[in-house]
């Protein structure tokens, strides 16, 4: 990433967070994150944007079983699969997040939840609409696989269901949501989460609170 891109006028820290809705680590990160600045009792001085990255761009729309997913994809024995979960649910379980992995659960095509987070962003909620999704699929057993259940999450948060319709059949909107992620992929982001700071460093994977806490302080003093 550029070293000589200048941090935004308004003083505050820019945080491009670049990661998928279905992705468990970027969730982690993310309330890891949180949770930092809440202690610092910076919010007022963060300007976060999430930043699409889908973690399986080729998927079907009808998506693919998560349990037989994951031991495509990575090998995991059923075994290994059962203590990943485990160990993600306990890490969560401080931060007011549930994983709910069951029977059934399927890993969907993320590219509409993208498109409508870009549409999201717009009407500044796209943080809200970010989270509503994640806890939408590991919290509470709704498929975002359907079209539908996105739509029902953006109407819960007060936004426009035909209007957002209507960006999902949009092709400049989906070459838009594309261009991004080939963006970060070519700044040399190959796996999410991924955590950039002022466009000019970056920290990758879920680290822990005081991680954070140290980059952001070091942040804060070069102001």
């Not at 990255?53 to 075994?79: C, V, W």
């Not at 095509?109 to 409508?116: E, M, R, V």
């Amino acid at each position: 990433l550029s070293t000589n891109t200048k941090i935004a006028m308004n003083d505050k820290i820019k945080i491009d967070v670049v990661s998928d809705v279905v992705c468990p680590w970027c969730a982690i990160a993310y309330k890891r994150l949180e949770r930092a600045i809440e202690e610092m009792g910076i919010q007022d001085k963060i300007d976060l944007e999430w930043q699409p990255f889908e973690l399986n761009p080729q998927m079907p729309s009808e998506g693919e079983d998560l349990t037989e997913h994951i031991r495509r994809k990575y090998g995991s024995s059923a075994e290994d699969l059962q203590r990943s979960k485990e160990q993600m649910v306990a890490l969560m379980k401080d931060y007011d997040f549930d994983f709910d992995y069951y029977d059934g659960m399927r890993m969907p095509n993320t590219l509409n939840a993208h498109i409508l987070l870009e549409y999201a962003k717009e009407k500044g909620k796209q943080h809200d609409l970010n989270m509503r999704f994640m806890r939408a699929h590991f919290s509470e057993r709704k498929s975002l696989l359907h079209p539908d259940v996105l739509l029902q999450e953006l109407t819960s948060i007060g936004l426009d269901a035909e209007e957002a319709n209507n960006c999902l059949s949009d092709d400049r909107r989906k070459a838009d949501v594309l261009e991004k992620e080939n963006y970060w992929k070519n700044h040399g982001i190959s796996a999410v989460p991924t955590m950039v700071f002022n466009l000019n460093s970056a920290v990758t994977g879920a680290q822990s609170v005081d991680v954070y806490k140290q980059v952001l302080s070091e942040l804060l003093s070069q102001k």
